[in-house]
Structure formats: structure tokens, C-alpha cells
């Protein structure tokens, strides 16, 4: 979202946009494919920690790309890194709070969970563009000064958010690690037949597939429309 109202402040056609943008977003529907593999390694709060500082360096690199020639090609792949870290960090999240919480505290939680979730939204969605708007109207700074000011706060802010949790998070569950390639490809193996062994799973399959299309036809050309 953020990313095409970036695009379009800069000049850049509906069809580029949509184009480079509306498919970033398979990244989180691929998750399973290496979900299975974050457990034979150090722990999720590792995982989280690392993709948290991971993603804060690559919305400070969109920030430094701007000024340069090949920004547009630059930002995209930076946002296809950025989506399969962000897919990581949120597997790891959701598996420290299942195995972190019992469930009293999971259901305790989880309003907390949404609301934090949507606080997101609304800080890159309303804050981050805030910015951009009000450093180039109202500083006269040019488009992409502004635009790279703005993605730095980002930057900063979940910079600030991992080292909160480095000392706030709990560690989740250690699972006994595989010892050679055999016991890695019977745990992955072994972890997506269980995925498909839950009931129903085809329909739930095709729920989240109809949810995530419609959403993804809107997502991208709906700021695009209002603009």
C-alpha cells in the first residue's frame, strides 16, 4: 500500500505499480513451504529478532536507494526480501505465542495481538505517508527526500521495536533438532502431511485463496484510485 503511494508521488503509471507491486504479497501464502525448516535452528525468538533487524536495514536502504537512477528496480526486490523476512517473522511470532501462552493467556492476548496488529497498519498506511506528505508540502523538501525521510522513520521505529523485544519476548518452545539431511527432509516431510491431514483442510485452502485474491485486486489499486 504504502509502497504504490510511494510510486505514484513519483510519477509512475497505475499499470508499473500494480504490476511490480501486486505480487510481492505471495510471499506470506508460501509460508509453509519453509515454515517446517525455522524449527531445526536456534529458536523463533532468534528468528524474530533477525528478520525485525533485517527488515529495519532494508526500509533504511529504500530510503538511501530513492536518489538513484535504478530506484524503482532497486525498491522492488528490496520489498521482495522484505516480504519473504516479514512472512518469516510472523511464522515465529505466531509460534512464540502459541507455545509461550497457555491458553487462558492466549485468549487474554489475542485482543491485544489485534490491536497491535492494526496499530501497524495504521502507522505505515496514515503516519508513514503523513510524513512524506507534510516533510515535502510543508518543509519544501523535494519527493524523494521526503519519501526517504519518511521510510528511515520506519526503519527506526521497528529498530526500536526488535531491541524492546530482544528483552521483552520469550524464547518459545526448543524443538530436538535434526541431526543430517535425512532427519531435515522426515521433519519437513512429516510437518506438511500434518498440514494436510487437518479436517476440512481443502476448504479452508479455499477460503483463505478467495479471501487473499479479492483482497489482493484491491489492496494495490485502491490507493492508486483515491490518488
Not at 15 to 44: C, E, H, N, V
Not at 62 to 91: E, G, K
Amino acid at each position: 500500500w504504502v509502497a504504490g503511494t510511494l510510486f505514484k508521488d513519483l510519477g509512475h503509471s497505475d499499470t508499473q505499480i500494480t504490476l511490480a507491486t501486486g505480487s510481492i504479497g505471495i510471499a506470506w501464502s508460501l509460508k509453509p513451504f519453509w515454515a517446517a525448516f525455522l524449527d531445526m535452528y536456534r529458536t523463533k525468538k532468534f528468528f524474530v529478532l533477525t528478520m525485525e533487524l533485517l527488515m529495519a536495514g532494508l526500509l533504511c536502504s529504500i530510503a538511501v536507494a530513492l536518489p538513484l537512477p535504478n530506484y524503482f528496480q532497486i525498491t522492488i526486490a528490496v520489498l521482495w526480501v522484505l516480504a519473504f523476512a516479514s512472512a518469516t517473522q510472523d511464522i515465529c511470532v505466531d509460534g512464540i505465542y502459541i507455545t509461550s501462552l497457555d491458553a487462558a493467556k492466549q485468549a487474554a492476548f489475542i485482543g491485544v495481538q489485534g490491536v497491535c496488529w492494526n496499530a501497524g497498519r495504521l502507522f505505515a498506511t496514515a503516519a508513514i505517508v503523513w510524513a512524506a506528505g507534510s516533510l515535502k508540502e510543508d518543509y519544501g523538501l523535494t519527493t524523494t527526500a521526503a519519501w526517504g525521510w519518511a521510510f528511515g522513520l520506519a526503519g527506526a521505529t521497528l529498530g526500536a521495536l526488535a531491541l524492546y523485544h530482544w528483552f521483552a519476548l520469550p524464547t518459545g518452545s526448543l524443538t530436538e533438532r535434526p541431526k543430517n539431511l535425512q532427519a531435515i527432509q522426515h521433519t519437513f516431510t512429516d510437518s506438511i502431511l500434518d498440514f494436510f491431514r487437518k479436517e476440512k483442510i481443502w476448504g479452508m485452502l479455499m477460503f483463505v485463496f478467495l479471501y487473499r485474491s479479492s483482497e489482493g485486486l484491491l489492496l494495490v489499486e485502491g490507493p492508486l484510485f483515491l490518488q
